[in-house]
T-cell receptor
Framework: SQQGEEDPQALSIQEGENATMNCSYKTSINNLQWYRQNSGRGLVHLILIRSNEREKHSGRLRVTLDTSKKSSSLLITASRAADTASYFCATDANNAGNMLTFGGGTRLMVKP | DAGITQSPRHKVTETGTPVTLRCHQTENHRYMYWYRQDPGHGLRLIHYSYGVKDTDKGEVSDGYSVSRSKTEDFLLTLESATSSQTSVYFC??????????????FGPGTRLTVL
């Protein structure tokens, strides 16, 4: 079963608009990470937020974490056509193998 | 790319044949992982390794075995491939550092089709 569930499953916006993706998870976590996957490629790490953090920024990315609601959001501001990709959240549930559990992903399309 | 290669990149095989996928890293990371990616399921962990000859099962390990005889190589074997194992397989590496601090770095993937 998936620990993380992304919402929406697909999102289509115009270039310049903001894109918001949400992730919900089920169990307590050490951290939550967001990854990006371009079509036909491997995943690339975007940002990590620890369980004791509430918000984190990296360039045009803003991630929030609400552990009481077991949810996170990824905001991409001023989107570009090059942001078109699938975005996955992954949780690290305090296990010795540093194993990550991934959600099903949000497919983002940014139209020029 | 974080020094991870996978081979082959594409493979078509027949039901019942054995298949071995290889992951090779040049980063000297302790942890290595095998995932499969299917539509609607995201990535699911098959097996992982926390050192040479040290491996453990993930969420969907049935029908798969792994081996790690060297730090840089992690092999995934399908002893007798089935059509349900048609998927894209990703290898990943991680540092195995302090809990809560590690990210994973992914290879380019292997697309496997079992007819």
């Amino acid at each position: 079963s998936q620990q993380g569930e992304e919402d929406p499953q697909a999102l289509s916006i115009q270039e310049g608009e903001n894109a918001t993706m949400n992730c919900s998870y089920k169990t307590s976590i050490n951290n939550l990470q967001w990854y990006r996957q371009n079509s036909g490629r491997g995943l690339v790490h975007l940002i990590l937020i620890r369980s004791n953090e509430r918000e984190k920024h990296s360039g045009r990315l803003r991630v929030t974490l609400d552990t009481s609601k077991k949810s996170s959001s990824l905001l991409i501001t001023a989107s570009r056509a090059a942001d078109t990709a699938s975005y996955f959240c992954a949780t690290d549930a305090n296990n010795a193998g540093n194993m990550l559990t991934f959600g099903g992903g949000t497919r983002l399309m940014v139209k020029p | 790319d974080a020094g991870i290669t996978q081979s082959p990149r594409h493979k078509v095989t027949e039901t019942g044949t054995p298949v071995t996928l290889r992951c090779h890293q040049t980063e000297n990371h302790r942890y290595m992982y095998w995932y499969r990616q299917d539509p609607g399921h995201g990535l699911r962990l098959i097996h992982y390794s926390y050192g040479v000859k040290d491996t453990d099962k993930g969420e969907v390990s049935d029908g798969y075995s792994v081996s790690r005889s060297k730090t840089e190589d992690f092999l995934l074997t399908l002893e007798s491939a089935t059509s349900s194992q048609t998927s894209v397989y990703f290898c990943a590496i991680g540092g195995g550092g302090a809990v809560g601090t590690d990210t994973q770095y992914f290879g380019p993937g292997t697309r496997l089709t079992v007819l």
